[in-house]
């Protein structure tokens, strides 16, 4: 399968530790991105990345979170000193570098702050 | 930024109807529309696009409208199936790259 792969699927943490999420996209996309969705809602944009630059990054993303992508390929999501209020499912979606953004997303990790 | 409005209520409908599902936008005309699909517990699924210029996009039984000067989309399935129930997103650029999402419409089609 080479779709985007995401991992955990599900993390469950205590208030207060940080957690670690990663992301493989589809190999041969340029962009990457970083969103998060909670019950009822459509995912919202938290950061972008174009091969290894965070070109963007949302108001959302506060100081305690921080993404990556070392080699322009796999990501990775890091949140410090968790929250309840980070519970949520966090996605990851990729796309070429075309003009349209068509994205395709990964199946998630769910994250429980406890 | 934009502001996206979908049918505020669940969807259900019988099977072999049509279902109509509405996407509202605020702001300035995007150049392109989308729309997803998303099963519980999983990430969206793009579905189809459609242009700015373009007034109307067939795939299957899926059919889309896009007109820019009411500010709408209407997203609709023919001959519904069960297997069509899921959330379906309304998703328009917002930014440099990302895309801005509505909140889904979640719709049921009853056997």
């Known amino acids: 399968d080479t779709g985007v792969s995401q991992d955990p699927r599900h993390k469950i943490t205590k208030r207060g530790q940080n957690v670690t999420f990663r992301c493989d996209p589809i190999?041969?996309?340029?962009?990457l991105y970083w969103y998060r969705q909670t019950l009822g809602q459509g995912p919202e944009f938290l950061t972008y990345?174009?091969?290894?630059?965070?070109?963007?990054k949302s108001r959302l993303l506060s100081d305690r979170f921080s993404a990556e992508r070392p080699k322009g390929s796999f990501s990775t999501l890091e949140i410090q000193r968790t929250e309840q209020g980070d519970s949520a499912m966090y996605l990851c979606?990729?796309?070429?570098?075309?003009?349209?953004?068509?994205?395709?997303f990964g199946p998630g990790t769910r994250l429980t702050v406890l | 930024s934009q502001k996206i409005e979908q049918n505020s209520e669940a969807l259900n409908i019988q099977e072999g109807k049509t279902a109509t599902l509405t996407c509202n936008y605020t702001?300035?005309?995007?150049?392109?529309l989308q729309w997803y699909r998303q099963d519980p517990g999983r990430g969206p699924v793009f579905l189809l696009l459609?242009?700015?210029?373009?007034k109307e996009k067939r795939k299957e039984r899926l059919k889309v409208t896009f007109d820019t000067t009411l500010k709408q989309s209407l997203f609709h399935i023919t001959a519904s199936q069960p297997a069509d129930s899921a959330t379906y997103l309304c998703a328009l650029p917002g930014g440099a790259r990302q895309l801005t999402f509505g909140s889904g419409t979640q719709l049921t089609v009853l056997p």
């Open positions: 459609i242009r700015e210029n373009e």
């Open positions: 190999s041969e996309h340029n962009r």
């Open positions: 990345f174009q091969n290894e630059a965070q070109l963007e």
């Open positions: 979606a990729s796309s070429s570098l075309d003009a349209t953004d068509t994205q395709y």
């Open positions: 702001n300035y005309s995007p150049a392109y």
